[in-house]
Nanobody, 120 residues
Framework: QVQLVESGGGLVQTGGSLRLSCVASGRTFSDYAMGWFRQAPGKGREFVARISRSGGVTSYADSAVKARFTISRDNAKNTVYLQMNSLKPEDTAIYYC????????????WGQGTQVTVSS
């Protein structure tokens, strides 16, 4: 089992920044690729970003997200981050981190989520 706990969400104005953190426990953190997802009110959960086990490979939902968000990880701290800049009201959502074993595309473990609200 892997336990994931997100933090860093909150209320921010348009154009502001937030850094989300997700701390993992229970298994060897570096065995897992990590992802960030979000779910806006009334919408389904969507992929935001993913980072490989070593941190050497990252991917993003699209170029617009890649231009404003940065995913990173610190394996010594068992933590994955999502730096979000130039936030927009449409970024308002609950943000979840998730863990995928190795190179699997399936995420086996999920955190409880952290709320991000961007005011206009």
């Amino acid at each position: 089992q892997v336990q994931l706990v997100e933090s860093g969400g909150g209320l921010v104005q348009t154009g502001g920044s937030l850094r989300l953190s997700c701390v993992a426990s229970g298994r060897t953190f570096s065995d897992y690729a990590m992802g960030w997802f979000r779910q806006a009110p009334g919408k389904g959960r969507e992929f935001v970003a993913r980072i490989s086990r070593s941190g050497g490979v990252t991917s993003y939902a699209d170029s617009a997200v890649k231009a404003r968000f940065t995913i990173s990880r610190d394996n010594a701290k068992n933590t994955v981050y999502l730096q979000m800049n130039s936030l927009k009201p449409e970024d308002t959502a609950i943000y979840y981190c998730a863990a995928a074993r190795g190179t699997s595309a399936t995420y086996d473990y999920w955190g409880q989520g952290t709320q991000v609200t961007v005011s206009s």
